[in-house]
């Protein structure tokens, strides 16, 4: 399984930024997506998941009534919406699929966030 990120870039306080994961490979053995960022000087963090197969979705405090993740209906992407930017939430941000099996997991490349006046 491949994943790739696009989106990210800069923004100002309130602004809105959209990040995409694409996945390919053998995508069927997907179970739960789920985006991450890591800050510098700090450890990864898990911002959103959601489950593939029933979209049920799952959000960190911080993060909760902000952002907004997403699947596509083929089940191939996920999206992540980000309004209200604040500059904590500056990092670089991570997708991830997970496969049913809860043991095989891969990671996307990485795409930085930055918000800033």
């Known amino acids: 399984v491949r994943l790739v990120e696009s989106g990210g870039g800069f923004a100002q306080p309130g602004d809105s930024l959209r990040l995409s994961c694409a996945a390919s490979?053998?995508?069927?053995?997907?179970?739960?997506m789920s985006w991450y960022r890591q800050a510098p000087g700090k450890r990864r963090e898990t911002v959103a998941t959601i489950v593939m197969s029933s979209g049920s979705t799952g959000y960190a405090g911080p993060v909760k009534g902000r952002f907004t993740i997403s699947r596509a209906d083929n089940k191939k992407s996920i999206d992540l919406h980000m309004n209200s930017l604040r500059p904590d939430d500056t990092a670089v941000y991570y997708c991830?699929?997970?496969?049913?099996?809860?043991?095989?997991?891969?990671w996307g490349q990485g795409t930085q966030v930055t918000v800033a006046i």
């Open positions: 490979g053998n995508t069927d053995s997907i179970n739960v």
């Open positions: 991830q699929a997970l496969e049913e099996d809860k043991i095989h997991e891969y």
